[in-house]
C-alpha cells in the first residue's frame, strides 16, 4: 500500500527566504509523486511531478523538488519565497505503472509568507 | 483545454436530502477520478473510471454515494440521505495518462 507523509503541518517563513517543505512516501513498486498547491476555496494545481526520469524535478513559480530513493523523500523547495507563495501544498504518490489510478494524498502543509 | 469543471460550486442542503454533482473532464481524458476532501485534510480517492467502465472504488464510498460516467465524458455523483459526515468539498479529476489535472471542487454543507 501507498502512503505520504508531510512533516509540518504548518511551515512560516520570510518573504525571500528558502522555503523547504518535506514529503516521505511509501510505495510497494516505483512510484510516481506529485507536488500539488491549493489556494482558498479552490482546486488543486499541479506544480511538478516525477515519472522515473531526471530526479531532480522543476516545476512552476520557481519550486523544484528532488527524489531520494535511499531516503524516501520527495522534499519540495523554492530558493525565494514570494507572498504569493502562501497557500497549502499537498504531496502525493501514484502506483501508475502497477494500479494506474488512485493518488495518495498527505495531510498537507499550509505555507505562510511573512513580510 | 477549458479545464475540468464542476457544478455547482457550493451546496446546502438538509439531512436527509439526495444531492448530486458534475464534472466535466478535460476533452481528450479518458480517466476521471472522485476525492473528498474534508477541512485541514489531504483529498482521499473515492472511486474512478476509465471511459464509461468505473473501475476501482474506496471502501469510503458508502452505499449511499453512486458514481456514473454513462457516455465516458461527464460524471455525475449521487449521495443519498445525506448526513452531516457528508460535509466536504468534492474534487474531481481527470488525465490521459499519469498526471492528474483537478476541477475547483464542490463544497458540501449538510445542516
Known amino acids: 500500500a501507498q502512503s505520504v507523509t508531510q512533516l509540518g503541518s504548518h511551515v512560516s517563513v520570510s518573504e525571500g527566504a528558502l522555503v523547504l517543505l518535506r514529503c516521505n512516501y511509501s510505495s510497494s513498486v516505483p512510484p510516481y509523486l506529485f507536488w500539488y498547491v491549493q489556494y482558498p476555496n479552490q482546486g488543486l494545481q499541479l506544480l511538478l511531478k516525477?515519472?522515473?526520469?531526471?530526479?531532480l524535478v522543476k516545476g512552476i513559480n520557481g519550486f523544484e523538488a528532488e527524489f531520494k530513493k535511499s531516503e524516501t523523500s520527495f522534499h519540495l523547495t523554492k530558493p525565494s519565497a514570494h507572498m504569493s507563495d502562501a497557500a497549502e501544498y499537498f504531496c502525493?504518490?501514484?502506483?501508475?505503472?502497477?494500479?494506474?489510478?488512485?493518488?495518495?494524498f498527505g495531510e498537507g502543509t499550509q505555507l505562510t509568507v511573512n513580510p | 483545454d477549458t479545464g475540468v469543471s464542476q457544478d455547482p460550486r457550493h451546496k446546502i442542503t438538509k439531512r436527509g436530502q439526495n444531492v448530486t454533482f458534475r464534472c466535466d473532464p478535460i476533452?481528450?481524458?479518458?480517466?476521471l477520478y472522485w476525492y473528498r476532501q474534508t477541512l485541514g485534510q489531504g483529498p482521499e480517492f473515492l472511486t474512478y473510471?476509465?471511459?464509461?467502465?468505473?473501475?476501482?472504488k474506496s471502501r469510503l464510498l458508502s452505499d449511499r454515494f453512486s458514481a456514473e460516467r454513462p457516455k465516458g465524458s461527464f460524471s455525475t455523483l449521487e449521495i443519498q440521505r445525506t448526513e452531516q459526515g457528508d460535509s466536504a468539498m468534492y474534487l474531481c479529476?481527470?488525465?490521459?495518462?499519469?498526471?492528474?489535472?483537478f476541477g475547483p471542487g464542490t463544497r458540501l454543507l449538510v445542516l
Open positions: 479529476a481527470s488525465s490521459y495518462k499519469e498526471t492528474q489535472y
Open positions: 502525493a504518490v501514484s502506483e501508475w505503472e502497477t494500479s494506474g489510478s488512485r493518488l495518495t
Open positions: 476533452s481528450e481524458h479518458n480517466r
Open positions: 473510471f476509465q471511459n464509461e467502465a468505473q473501475l476501482e
Open positions: 516525477y515519472t522515473s526520469a531526471a530526479t
